[in-house]
Each structure stands twice: as C-alpha cells, then as structure tokens.
C-alpha cells in the first residue's frame, strides 16, 4: 500500500517487548496503529469486529490463553472485562512480549483499565505522521544541531546538507495533516469524507467511553472546531463558554476527553502568563475542521510543533519538555523546547522583514534563558545568525 512506511515508533515498540509482558500501542484513530501491530504480531484480532468482541466477552480468560507470544489485541479499551484477565494473566506469567494492545482511547482515562494495568504495561504513542516520517527520513536531530550552533558557517552548513522542505510542502501538510487512513489519498472529497467519518465516530462513539454526555454531536464539535481555532493561544474559559453555550464544568470535562482520544494536547506556559494551551495532535484535523488557509504565524507555529516534537517524544531517554514562554510584557515564545541536549525557542512569522516586537520578544526571551537558542521561523529564503544565539531560519526549512 502507498501509505505504508516504518514509523518511528517501531523501534520502542520492539524494545518494550523485550522487557515488558503488556505493550500498548495508542494513538488517534486512522494514526497507524493496526500496521505498527500487524508488523510485530504472531496473533492478531481486532475487537472493532463485533464477533470478536462477543468471543471475548463472552470468556475473556480462555480468550487471551494458549495464545504464545505477541498476541495482538486491537482496540482493546472496547472491553473493559480484558483487562482484569490480563492482570491475572500476567501475574502468574511474567514472559515478556506476551501481548500487544492497542487503543485509540488513552487507557489511563478508565479506571478499571488503569486500576488493572498499573505497572504492568509499556505504553507507546504513535503520533501522526511528520514530513520527515512520510519522506523515509531518519529521526532528525534538528533541535539539537541548532542548540550546538554558533556561527553563520556552521547555521548555513546545517541546512546545506538537511533535505529542506517548500512552501508548498509545508501548507500541504497543514491541508492534509499525518493521519495515514486520510491524508495519503489525493482526491480532496475522498479525504472529506473520511475527515466527516472520523469525526462522527469519534463524537458519537469514542467519547461517550469516558465522558457520559448529553450534549449533542454539533456543541461537541463546536467546542472541538473552538480549540483548534484558537491552538497555540492561552485558552480563554469563559470565551470558550460564550462561543460555545456550553458550561465551564463540562467544558472542562470535554477537555479531558478529547486528551483522552489524543484529539488535543495541552501544552503549559512559563513566565508571567502560565494559562495552559492546547494544541490539536493532527493539523488536518484541524484544518478540516476550520476551514482554514495557511494565513497567519498561528499556522507556523502549530505546523512546527506537530513535526519538531517527534525528536522528543520518540527518544523517551530524552526526558524533553515542550512549553511556552509568555509575560504581562508581551513577550511571547509559543515554542520552548527544553532537554539536556536541546533548548531552543521558537517564534514565528509570515514576514521577510523583522518587526520590531518579533526581535524584542527573543531577545527578551534570551535575555532571560541565555542558554538557549532563539529562532525566528520567518519567511525569507536564507537562514541567518544575528548572533551565536538567535537565528532566523526560514519556516519551511524547519519541517
């Protein structure tokens, strides 16, 4: 098949089955979370089958026994009776690599799932797919190349030799985002049929497995189409309860819920202003869902985040935080990534020239952390050093 590529997760897979009796493999749907399984398994079943999941419930232990290693069980949070089996299970036999679970709901978010698999299990999160990850490329070390750079010949070399993406590149994978089930298909009204299916399962049916709700599929889908308007912004409660008419308790709620179906991810703030954000896990979700064209610094920001993280959130030893930095002085760094081996700010924006408050607001960030690199993403074609610590590097290059 055209979409298929070896996902970087692959490797923390394998290497959680060598250590771990359980392994869960989660993720958004249509992330690629049955390819990952289906390469690693001996045994595969899928309990989005209704069959399967009678046979399960029906004896979830005679289910999961004789089954010998590598056991795949897909969509497995759709019986909640597997998990105390497979607590019971594990529990007399310790192999390692015994089973292989995925779940497009975060299974920490039900109790009796959490309660059952509490230091029993090695969770792997697939994210969508990045530029990098759909061309073949390694895992890329852009982050830390950066941080190690000083001076013009060594910021021009890096790129010299980095395969860099175009515009065009980049605006189409705002358009089209990483979900492997979507976003390879060409033909635009092939994607918005599945973008309308994916929405309606998981509103209709995925939600309602952590969050009993009586709101109805539209006001669930405004409060999703409100966070993707404003990602990457402090979210802003009580003007997410006029938009929406909905109530700040369940809003809150809802919050959680999409977390839970990896719809959204909450990113935290540093300095004066520390009201949470959110960012969508998948940027065509959240094109589709606004209609939106590539117009605004908004959209380098949340293209940047969907494709830098991987250098985090696949190297766990990493140990990486992603925050922003913003104070009551409008200073703001929508992008902060901090680990042992990197610590680079980001900024964006859509013009060839700097403004003044771009350049204020690095070199107020940097004044504050001078062990950091600060990037302006920014839309000329040549990458610069202004000096041994803040760097404007065009947007596209960054993919």
């Known amino acids: 098949m055209p979409h298929i590529r070896t996902r970087y997760a692959e490797v923390l897979v394998e290497k959680a089955l060598s250590h771990s009796p359980i392994v869960g493999v989660l993720g958004q749907r249509q992330v690629g979370k049955t390819t990952v399984l289906e390469k690693k398994c001996n045994d595969y079943r899928t309990l989005d089958k209704e069959t399967t999941l009678r046979e399960l419930e029906a004896d979830p232990e005679l289910f999961i026994s004789n089954r010998g290693v590598r056991f795949a069980i897909d969509e497995a949070q759709l019986s909640p009776r597997l998990f105390p089996a497979l607590k019971e299970w594990v529990r007399t036999s310790k192999k390692t690599g015994q089973f292989l679970l995925s779940g497009s709901v975060r299974f920490t978010s039900r109790k009796a799932i959490r309660e059952s698999l509490t230091g029993r299990i090695v969770a792997i999160e697939v994210l969508p797919f990045t530029h990098a990850e759909a061309s073949n490329r390694p895992l890329p070390t852009l982050l830390q190349a950066i941080t190690q750079t000083r001076k013009q010949e060594t910021l021009s070399a890096l790129f010299a030799k980095k395969s860099v993406a175009t515009t065009a590149e980049f605006e189409s994978y705002l358009l089209t985002g990483g979900l492997p089930g979507i976003c390879f298909f060409r ?70 819920a999409y977390e839970s179906l990896f719809l959204i991810r909450i990113i935290n703030s540093t300095g004066d202003l520390t009201k949470p954000t959110y960012f969508f896990e998948d940027q065509g979700f959240a094109t589709w869902l606004t209609r939106n064209t590539f117009s605004q610094p908004q959209d380098i920001i949340r293209c940047l985040f969907a494709n830098l993280r991987q250098e985090f959130h696949y190297r766990p030893e990493q140990n990486g935080r992603i925050y922003q930095y913003r104070t009551k002085h409008d200073v703001e760094i929508p992008l902060v990534f901090d680990s042992k081996d990197v610590k680079v700010g980001i900024l964006a924006t859509l013009d060839k020239e700097l403004r003044p408050k771009t350049l204020a607001s690095a070199q107020a960030f940097l004044k504050q952390s001078p062990e950091f690199k600060c990037v302006i993403a920014y839309a000329g074609e040549t990458a610069i050093a202004r000096s041994e610590s803040l760097f404007l590097i065009p947007y596209f290059w960054l993919l």
């Open 187 to 256: 033909s635009q009204s092939v994607r918005a049929l599945r973008w309308e299916t994916q929405i309606d399962t998981l509103l209709n049916r995925d939600l309602r497995l952590i969050q009993n709700t009586s709101l109805p599929y539209q006001a669930l889908r405004d409060l999703l189409t409100f966070v993707a308007k404003n990602q990457g912004a402090p979210f802003e409660i009580g003007t997410a309860v006029k938009t929406t008419q909905i109530s700040a308790i369940t809003i809150k709620k809802l919050l959680f």
